[in-house]
């Protein structure tokens, strides 16, 4: 590991030793009093790639000149346009292309692969997720567990921390799976916790979940693009994801979603289904009779959304040369420095709420400042660096490889150094 200290020289030092350095001139940047902002929100809605606007024009122009032909002849043909997105996003999660696709948005895709693999009986109904999960995952399974009339104090397990402790522990999460055995129908984890930023051992859970005879599914949204994930070794049944996070897809971007082939491949695993997801060969027969294709686009739906997922599309060329091992590499380095610096700051009371273990963690670090939270926010925003506050104190610090530096990373400690 690299020996980090306080000086500026070292920061610039470290960008110039960066083989990821010259991305961040990929990237448009808001500005602020002229000059680009130091932008540490990527886990929330990453930067536009600089390429993104000659695709988006590429289409519109498409659409204009072809109207109903470009589906087959504009410059990337509407018809098999989930396609072109699949390797690079089966790479960054580790599965084989025909276990991914794109469609719909994260939380529609979660309802919908929920609709798939949880089928409640009088035995086994539980569904187990993190405590804390965002929001939109504690209503997609409130309602999911209603829809098939069960009261959701008797379904949905929320596993919290031990007493005292903000994070959870991989063994006290692995033991309450152990205990509820047979009456455990899904474990539904965020990969990454949106507040906390611990990174689960999804492999673990996924084991745990199988020998109980439960499936594992997992929401990814701050986790693609982040970490690296082995999900068809680690026999992860589901997951879905959003891609305007760390992977620069723009807001509202095309969801990400993944099947097991052993569940893909299989036309009776049940789904909710659309013509899109249909066999290629007899779609336009329009005959009745679903015959889903025999990959995770049998759970498309509806006809490609060109103008939601061509940002995505131009975005991942970047993932495909940067890739996403080297991506980590820097994350890791890039991190590791937010919190040296952080700890050379003797004046300032904060706690790291995020794991101090690197396997537990990505790209994220959410600081609990225990005074001046809010006034520390402000004097980021000041000065040009966008960060996400929240309650009671708390700020989110994400810095992306793929557009941060570690000069970036420099300016926040040098502000909480000359400041507070
Ligand atoms: C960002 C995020 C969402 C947002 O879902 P949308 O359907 O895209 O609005 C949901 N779940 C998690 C865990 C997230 O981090």
Not at 237 to 265: M, Q, R, T
């Amino acid at each position: 590991m690299t020996n980090f200290d306080t000086s500026l020289f070292t920061a610039k030092q470290l960008d110039e030793q960066d083989i990821l350095a010259p991305f961040k001139r990929q990237f448009h940047f808001p500005k602020h009093q002229d000059t680009d902002v130091i932008y540490f929100c990527g886990n929330s809605l990453g930067l536009q790639p600089k390429n993104v606007e000659a695709a988006v024009l590429q289409e519109l122009s498409d659409w204009k000149n072809l109207a109903i032909s470009g589906f087959a002849k504009a410059q990337n043909p509407w018809l098999t346009y989930q396609e072109y997105l699949k390797p690079t996003l089966a790479n960054i999660v580790g599965a084989k292309a025909d276990e991914v696709t794109v469609m719909n948005t994260l939380t529609v895709n979660l309802h919908l692969l929920m609709l798939s693999f949880y089928k409640p009986t009088k035995q086994r109904f539980k569904i187990m997720m993190e405590a804390g999960a965002f929001p939109s995952d504690q209503y997609a399974i409130e309602t999911l567990v209603k829809h098939f009339d069960l009261e959701p104090n008797d379904a949905i397990i929320e596993i919290e921390p031990r007493e005292g402790e903000k994070l959870l522990r991989t063994e006290d999460i692995l033991s309450a799976i152990a205990q509820h055995g047979d009456s455990l129908a899904v474990v539904m984890f965020g990969g990454i916790n949106y507040y906390t930023g611990q990174l689960f051992d999804m492999a673990a859970i996924t084991d745990a979940a199988h020998k109980v005879g439960a499936i594992a599914g997992f929401d990814l949204a701050h986790v693609v693009g982040n970490v690296p994930i082995q999900l068809h070794d680690w026999d992860v049944d589901f997951a879905c994801w959003c891609n305007y996070k760390y992977l620069n897809g723009g807001p509202g971007a095309i969801g990400g979603l993944y099947v097991h082939e052993k569940y893909a491949s299989n036309p009776s695993t049940p789904r909710l289904a659309g013509w899109w997801g249909n066999e290629e060969a007899i779609r336009f027969k329009m005959e009745k009779g679903f015959v889903p294709k025999t990959t995770a686009s049998g759970w498309n739906i509806s006809t490609a959304q060109i103008l939601n997922t061509v940002s995505l599309k131009a975005s991942l060329e970047l993932f495909a040369d940067a890739t996403i091992e080297r991506l980590r590499e820097k994350s890791i380095q890039l991190t590791n420095y937010l919190e040296f610096l952080l700890h050379q700051l003797p004046n300032i009371q904060f706690e790291i709420i995020t794991p101090k273990n690197v396997a537990e963690r990505g790209a994220q670090l959410s600081l609990y400042f225990l005074e001046n939270g809010k006034a520390i926010h402000q004097k980021m925003i000041d000065n040009g660096i966008i960060v996400d506050y929240r309650e009671p104190g708390v700020i989110r610090v994400a810095p992306a490889p793929m557009y941060c530096s570690f000069e970036d990373v420099y300016r926040f400690y040098a502000i909480l150094r000359d400041h507070f």
